[in-house]
């Protein structure tokens, strides 16, 4: 076996410690829904702590009363993120409750998972809205949008070169 094929091998098994190390530290970042009849409005700067964390996955858990009379089919919500995403990504969702097919008064509930928000936090103004037009109800307590996030690729990167060169001095 060469000295390049042991590097490169090496290389390999670093940066797949790296990696297997990111997604165990991974953490969570959670926003809230706005309250029907609301909308609030954010900004991150490039000190906000999230500021460069990769989103690795998203959980979006929904639950809504719609009271009686009101028609859950009217419920409507959107929420835009400081999310640069990665190509074919999205960084925001619109909710429908016909798209759920939800329809009269009732409890009702969403739970997904989804990497449509995958990308990169960054500094910017977000927000989001439940305007409550034709629907009288609320949003139940528990009800998020929760994402799973690594250090930026950038951090994992110098890790591995860390651990490269650690690696390096010991064999001299």
Not at 26 to 31: D, I, K
Not at 118 to 142: C, H, Q, Y
């Amino acid at each position: 076996m060469s000295t390049t094929t042991i590097r490169t091998s090496a290389l390999s098994g670093v940066c797949a410690i790296v990696l297997a190390a990111g997604s165990a530290n991974a953490e969570f970042v959670t926003f809230d829904f706005a309250s029907v009849g609301q909308s609030r409005s954010y900004f991150w700067s490039d000190s906000h702590e999230h500021v460069g964390k990769q989103i690795i996955n998203a959980r979006i858990k929904l639950s809504i009363d719609s009271y009686a009379g009101s028609d859950a089919a009217n419920f409507f919500t959107d929420h835009s993120f400081p999310i640069l995403p990665d190509e074919g990504g999205t960084s925001a969702i619109v909710i429908y409750g016909t798209d759920f097919g939800w329809s009269g008064s009732g409890k009702f509930e969403i739970e997904f998972e989804t990497t449509a928000f995958n990308g990169v936090f960054v500094p910017a103004r977000f927000g989001s809205e439940t305007p409550g037009f034709d629907f009288d109800g609320e949003i139940l307590e528990g009800s998020v949008i929760e994402f799973e996030v690594v250090p930026a690729p950038a951090s994992l990167g110098m890790a591995a070169l860390g651990m490269m060169a650690a690696a390096r001095r010991r064999r001299r």
